[in-house]
């Protein structure tokens, strides 16, 4: 998808004309049966726009591209002082991996307007495109030399390397953009919405902060760093930045709303419940559904159970199809034993989102718990293909086979999920406790041994499991050889 907008083109054509006036039916025509000799810059730019935004399927692509490159090369032919051809060329050699040729372009077009900043900055991202971070850097500096305190451009410039994905270029543009009280915001936003990946995030930080040192009040460049940081995970930094948001604005809800998530995944569930009560009564009409289920679960976590469930039964009489609303609601019934209670809902959770391998689980665990052992045993072995790569599965169905006096099933089954989960820890540990308490005391030593070398200080679990273990002598003795001070530096 090109970068370039109509709003690019329309200063470099008949200052007389508006846009273009014309048939473009009767333009294609024109141009793909070779009826006129000649075209306006307008026209061609015309024709590149019908060219390439037809949709899928309507006509052949290859004839699309075809005629699409004909008529850019014909632009620059005709028109070599109107940069937005060799703008669309560069941009097309680009995306081919062809820098060799398109710097060829860029070479012909810069003879004839050496002058021209966008010709500069794309050859900054073919540069940068290419690894010579130098001459990309170079390239970006007599750009925004050109353009001076052109802000319009700048934002433009911001919006284009951020398209290429050029993000180490990004920073000094918006840092001269913010100089200028150029609008950066909304373009990070943009390109921060567009992404999961950490880096790229991480890289549109400082450009964020540079509005922020800039104008320390603006609340929404707050918001933006704190939103930012709660996609990195790193809720510390994202609680910090939404709480100097809504402090400069009190009544900013997007920011609250985020400054609420972000301290329940710290875990700090009477601050939620004060956030969420706090806009209810400010903003009575305004709707919460953003952190409902969040202030839902931090009542259930604080003691407060009983207000729990009343809060997700009103959220599930709005939004019946809520899988996770109806999970979460099973899951204060699970917590307190009440199996039973919690099947039906738990139930009605996998329901609604069969692929939720944790819904699953949680199920079959309350069907184990609740004494109902057929439909614990077709569960777990439904979901053990479904998602063998969960650990927490076959731990879960070991401990119910074990339980139910079925080791031998217990056994393979985690030998199983260790051939899935190669990783898993948890369930080498568990093999080493199965393989001992099943009377293999030794091959159970050897695969402790082996846990205990790889992480030590997760071996407390095999005592849950299986508590007559901690009256092994050979066991504690094996353990602490691995977790006593001296243990570490021998």
């Not at 010709?119 to 900054?124: D, E, P, Y």
């Not at 050029?166 to 200028?180: G, W």
Request: glycine fraction near 4%; aromatic fraction near 12%.
């Amino acid at each position: 998808m090109s970068f370039f907008p109509s709003d690019w083109e329309d200063d470099d054509f008949d200052e007389n004309e508006d846009g273009f006036q014309g048939d473009v039916d009767s333009l294609v025509s024109d141009f793909e049966n070779k009826s006129r000799e000649s075209f306006t810059a307008r026209e061609l730019i015309e024709l590149f726009r019908y060219y390439t935004s037809q949709l899928p399927g309507s006509a052949n692509p290859f004839h699309l591209e075809k005629y699409a490159r004909m008529v850019i090369e014909l632009g620059i032919q005709t028109f070599p002082y109107v940069p937005i051809f060799t703008l669309h060329m560069v941009e097309w050699l680009m995306n081919e991996g062809k820098y060799k040729k398109a710097h060829k372009y860029l070479d012909q077009a810069t003879a004839y307007t050496p002058f021209e900043p966008s010709l500069m900055m794309i050859k900054a991202i073919l540069h940068s495109h290419e690894g010579a971070r130098k001459l990309a850097f170079d390239s970006l500096k007599s750009a925004l030399n050109i353009i001076g305190d052109d802000e319009g451009l700048m934002e433009d410039f911001l919006d284009m390397v951020l398209h290429y994905e050029q993000y180490d270029l990004a920073d000094p543009i918006a840092t001269k953009a913010v100089e200028l009280d150029a609008e950066v915001l909304p373009i990070l936003e943009k390109y921060l919405s567009k992404t999961e990946e950490p880096h790229i995030i991480a890289m549109l930080i400082p450009a964020i902060e540079a509005q922020i040192n800039k104008d320390p009040y603006m609340s929404e460049a707050w918001f933006v760093k704190g939103t930012a940081h709660m996609a990195l995970q790193q809720h510390n930094q994202a609680a910090e930045a939404l709480d100097y948001a809504v402090t400069i604005n009190e009544d900013f809800i997007d920011a609250w709303h985020a400054l609420a998530e972000s301290v329940y995944e710290l875990q700090e569930f009477n601050r939620v419940i004060e956030i969420y009560e706090d806009l209810v009564q400010r903003f009575p009409k305004r709707p919460m559904d953003m952190i409902e289920g969040l202030y839902a679960w931090s009542l259930h976590e604080t003691g407060q159970t009983l207000k729990s469930r009343e809060v997700y039964k009103k959220i599930l009489k709005k939004t019946p199809e809520d899988a996770e609303c109806w999970y979460s609601l099973g899951l204060t019934y699970h917590h307190e034993g009440q199996y039973s209670l919690a099947i039906p809902y738990l139930e009605r959770a996998f329901q609604l989102e069969g692929m939720e391998a944790d819904y699953g689980i949680v199920l079959a665990s309350a069907y184990f718990g609740d004494h109902q052992k057929d439909k614990w045993s077709e569960l777990y072995t439904d979901l053990s293909e479904r998602f063998p790569f969960e650990p927490e599965l076959w731990l879960d169905w070991g401990v119910a086979l074990h339980e139910t006096g079925d080791t031998d099933k217990a056994l393979d089954v985690t030998e199983t999920g260790l051939e899935n989960n190669p990783g898993s820890i948890q369930l080498l540990y568990r093999l080493s406790a199965l393989c001992y308490v099943s009377g293999n005391t030794e091959l159970g030593l050897l695969v402790l041994e082996k846990a205990l070398e790889i992480e030590p200080s997760e071996h407390k679990g095999i005592f849950v499991f299986a508590p007559e273990l901690a009256k092994s002598m050979k066991v504690i003795s094996l353990i602490s050889k691995f977790t006593q001070p001296d243990s570490q530096t021998e």
